[in-house]
Antibody, heavy 122, light 106 residues
Framework: QITLKESGPTLVKPTQTLTLTCTCS??????????VGWIRQPPGKALEWLALIFWDDDQRYNPSLKARLTITKDTSKNQVVLTMANMDPMDTGTYFCAHRPPSGGHAWFDFWGQGTLVTVSS | SYVVTQPLSVSVSPGHTATILCSGDALGGKYVSWYQQKAGQSPLLVIY???KRPSGVPERFSGSNSGNTATLTISGTQTLDEADYFC?????????FGGGTKLTVL
């Protein structure tokens, strides 16, 4: 079955770069049509999409955060990595990775990881 | 960038029908997905491509999308349906989430 698991630091300091890893199982990150996305959620607030990488390495970013984000995949480890530069306390929240099934020219997320809470504080 | 808007909260009595709206410019021309998120849990996909239910999602969940409004309908609402619900679209190569609606069943 499809599972995703996020890992990374729970605490980062302001101005540091956050690196999160999504370890995927039950599918291959380079299988035709698939994608893996990152979504975050500040405490008590809404979901906010961050980035999405497709099987063919096409990368899409939230325009408001694009300058700070990089998404890549490591097919040998079946992982997707997100880096976010210049972290700020406002970036505190739970970060989820999620599976985007083959869906033509559209995107939705049918499997989600459990999420990892990242706190930004000095 | 594209924006989809949801009401902050909806209340419904058990056994009645809950209707949660998601609005956006020409939304009917896009595919809308809906996610249920219970406290402390990851989101769960309940509707995709406007009207389709993933395997395992109860039949009481249904969706529609026309004009500027998409609707998530929960028929015969149960207390376990109390959760936050988010709509989501794909627009111009980006993913957009609505602000979420808190469904209270009382």
């Amino acid at each position: 079955q499809i599972t995703l698991k996020e890992s990374g630091p729970t605490l980062v300091k302001p101005t540091q770069t956050l690196t999160l890893t999504c370890t995927c199982s039950g599918f291959s990150v380079d299988a035709d049509g698939l994608g893996v996305g990152w979504i975050r959620q500040p405490p008590g607030k809404a979901l906010e999409w961050l980035a999405l990488i497709f099987w063919d390495d096409d990368q899409r970013y939230n325009p408001s955060l694009k300058a700070r984000l990089t998404i890549t995949k490591d097919t040998s480890k079946n992982q997707v990595v997100l880096t976010m530069a210049n972290m700020d306390p406002m970036d505190t929240g739970t970060y989820f990775c999620a599976h985007r099934p083959p869906s033509g020219g559209h995107a939705w997320f049918d499997f989600w990881g459990q999420g990892t809470l990242v706190t930004v504080s000095s | 960038s594209y924006v989809v808007t949801q009401p902050l909260s909806v209340s419904v009595s058990p056994g009645h029908t809950a209707t949660i709206l998601c609005s956006g410019d020409a939304l009917g021309g896009k595919y809308v997905s809906w996610y249920q998120q219970k406290a402390g849990q990851s989101p769960l996909l309940v509707i995709y491509q406007d009207t389709k239910r993933p395997s395992g999602v109860p039949e009481r969940f249904s969706g529609s999308n026309s004009g500027n409004t998409a609707t998530l309908t929960i028929s015969g609402t149960q207390t376990l349906d109390e959760a936050d619900y988010f709509c989501q679209v794909w627009d111009s190569g980006t993913v957009v989430f609505g602000g979420g609606t808190k469904l209270t069943v009382l």
